[in-house]
């Protein structure tokens, strides 16, 4: 479970807060989706959780242990917890697929031949057996997604951040890649955290979301409480969409 | 003027040996030296991998001022520290010293850029999944960067080739040498025109087996 207790980033003396004030709780199992326009501060909230970003103010709690106050090994020891994926992929670019996979193995010490065997296992996982020694260029925005995918899975992480890692995406692969993310959820019990400024992201694999609004939260809670809620607008945004019906 | 080819040949053959050694050696130290060096001005800057801007200022304006000097001036004026270091003053090792000295500043300049231009993304991805400053180094920068360091390399090459044609000025002999003794202070323009040729297939050799290398590098990225 993560609970982020009163966390506050400012950036500079004399600037607007990045953050203020933000409170929440992620339930351990759960999709959790944080929205709001761009400049509202959702990235940076995702960015606090595995301390990319040092809050100025407050605590994040991850199974009660208070990363705020972890530094240098402690500090690295729990990121590898702690998966991330990202809007631009961030591949190695000097690695073919295999090797990217097994980059987080190899920071946290596995020897070579388990590494093998466990990024031939994550290539199944995500559909890629087939692109092991295929390098980045070589392959689709939604292919180079799933290689993230399988990189931020490979140290067995108990969260998962998700930086807008469908915004770069079409459609089609958007919808394949959450349908990735929903079974991942699923079958390794994986917690989920992920930005989006599109909600229909939310609407399709989300259990709770909060949305921010320079720096504060607006609304918080599980979907099916936001839907109910007559005077949520995030809520509204959210509804089911009743006229479209889908035949077979 | 009856001009020995034999002997033009063999002048031509020790020249092209003394520059040789001079630029390799040279090349060597430059490269040991310079490539930690330019890491450590990348990670070091403010705000930076593993931020000591004290040491990184300090750190510039030396290179700086080690690349404000005119060559010819700085071989002269390292006289004493090439005592030092090699024993003597005259002769190519003599030159390596200065030639080294002269180029890895810029050589260093140009790694810090390389480093510069690796996509911060990937430095962020590896912090997330809990890597330390060598992992970035080790996983990310030297190998993101290659391509663009072994042009560097290749760049700083050509620069070694022309600073070695000045180590005549302290005996250090080469192409250059060869040229200002017997071409221009002889007027042997036959001697003139081969060094030159001499000099150009060399740089032209150097940088295009720099660009390929580049170029089987940078192709299955």
Known sequence: MIVVEGVSKTYADGQPAALDNVSLQIADGSIFGIVGRSGAGKSTLLRCLNLLERPTSGRILMDGQDLTRLTGKALRQQRQRIGMIFQGFNLLHSRNVADNVAVPLEIAGVPKAERVARVAQLLALVGLSDKAAAFPSQLSGGQKQRVGIARALAARPAYLLSDEATSALDPETTASILALLRDINRQLGVTIVLITHELDVVKAICDSAVSLAAGRVVESGTLLQLQADPSSRLGRALAPNLQVVRAG | ?221
């Not at chain 2, 080294?100 to 999944?129: N, Q």
């Open chain 2, 1 to 221: 003027m009856k001009t020995d080819w034999d002997e033009v040949l063999q002048l031509l053959l020790n020249a092209t040996g003394e520059t040789l050694y001079m630029v390799l050696l040279a090349g060597l130290f430059t490269l040991l030296i310079g490539l930690p060096l330019g890491v450590l001005l990348f990670i070091s800057r403010a705000g930076g991998l593993f931020p000591l801007p004290r040491l990184n200022r300090a750190l510039g304006a030396v290179i700086n001022l080690g690349r404000s000097l005119p060559f010819v001036v700085m071989l002269i004026a390292l006289i004493p520290l090439t005592r030092l270091i090699v024993g003597t003053t005259l002769g190519s090792t003599a030159a390596v010293v200065p030639i080294t000295i002269g180029a890895f500043p810029f050589f260093a300049r140009i790694v810090e850029t390389a480093l510069d231009d690796v996509d911060k993304g990937r430095i962020e991805a590896i912090v997330a999944m809990g890597g330390d400053i060598r992992h970035v180094i080790f996983k990310v920068l030297l190998p993101e960067a290659l391509p663009a360091l072994v042009a560097g390399v290749t760049l700083t090459l050509v620069m070694l080739i022309g600073f070695s044609s000045m180590a005549g000025v302290i005996g250090g002999g080469g192409l250059g040498d060869l040229a200002i003794r017997y071409g221009y202070q002889r007027f042997n323009n036959q001697i003139m025109v081969v060094t030159v040729v001499v000099l150009v297939v060399l740089v032209q050799g150097v940088q295009s087996l720099g660009d390929r290398c580049v170029r089987s590098l940078a192709h299955r990225r």
